[in-house]
Nanobody, 116 residues
Framework: QVQLVESGGGLVQPGGSLRLSCAAS????????MGWYRQAPGKERELVAR???????NYADSVKGRWNISRDNARNTVYLQMNSLKPEDTAVYYC??????????WGQGTQVTVSS
């Protein structure tokens, strides 16, 4: 089993920045794919950023150029650097990983609220 713990969410003003962390209970080298999803009130869950085992990064168009996903293998942690935050970024953000064996694991989520 894999446990994922998100942290770093909170309240921030528009234009501000946050860095979300997703700490895994196992080496992130066990994962084919690591990503961040978000779900805003009344909206479907959507992918915002992902990084593969090989380092390929993908971003939703709405966050491209503003945010960056990265990893720290030594700390078993995946990060999401969120810059130039907008009110429409307000959502619960979830970490998701896919193992080499095809299993998917989710964190419990962390709230990000962007408001003046």
């Amino acid at each position: 089993q894999v446990q994922l713990v998100e942290s770093g969410g909170g309240l921030v003003q528009p234009g501000g920045s946050l860095r979300l962390s997703c700490a895994a209970s196992v080496s992130i080298n066990n994962f084919n794919d690591m990503g961040w999803y978000r779900q805003a009130p009344g909206k479907e869950r959507e992918l915002v950023a992902r990084i593969t085992y090989g380092g390929t990064e993908n971003y939703a168009d709405s966050v491209k150029g503003r945010w960056n996903i990265s990893r720290d293998n030594a700390r078993n942690t995946v990060y999401l650097q969120m810059n130039s935050l907008k009110p429409e970024d307000t959502a619960v953000y979830y970490c998701r990983v896919l193992t080499h064996f095809g299993a998917t694991y989710w964190g419990q989520g962390t709230q990000v609220t962007v408001s003046s």
